[in-house]
């Protein structure tokens, strides 16, 4: 008996890698104005600070100055946008994926053969609209 046997290893993201907090634009600080503004919002939020001199705990005290900082971002800083890669990609295109999503679903739940058809039709779907999408797109834009 003879048999060819191919291994492939699974590239998983490490969850460390992920971050769920906010990004802010540090390019604005680069314009005098919102630096500024930014600088004195500092100043005021650790000169109270320094009103709190008596407390001991360094957690408690490191907390607070997390705050001040992240507060002062959100009041002088503009969130990071992030670039869009796909512009044709829109609210169709995303109502498609979830309809991919929830057949593969219920596949998983229910492998039956009437499952697997419909897995493959809306994939089928969703692949050809994602194509006519973007082939528009880059017609428009040449």
């Not at 048999?3 to 992920?18: D, M």
């Not at 802010?24 to 009103?51: C, H, P, S, W």
């Not at 959100?74 to 796909?86: A, D, I, N």
């Not at 229910?110 to 528009?136: C, I, T």
Request: charged letters at 35%; hydrophobic letters at 35%; a positive charge.
């Amino acid at each position: 008996m003879v048999a060819k046997l191919r291994e492939r290893l699974g590239v998983r993201k490490q969850a460390a890698q992920k971050f769920n907090g906010e990004i802010f634009n540090l390019r604005k600080l680069n314009e005098l104005g919102v630096k500024k503004k930014y600088q004195i919002d500092i100043r005021k939020r650790f000169a109270a600070l320094e009103n709190l001199n008596g407390d001991k705990n360094v957690n408690r005290a490191w907390k607070y100055i997390k705050e001040n900082i992240k507060t002062s971002d959100k009041e002088s800083l503009v969130p990071h946008e992030w670039k869009q890669h796909k512009p044709w990609f829109d609210k169709e295109c995303v109502d498609f994926l979830g309809q991919r999503k929830q057949a593969k679903m219920q596949w998983i739940e229910d492998p039956s053969r009437s499952n697997v058809d419909n897995v493959n039709n809306v994939r089928r779907k969703a692949s050809r609209h994602f194509r006519n999408k973007m082939k528009a797109y880059l017609k428009a834009k040449i």
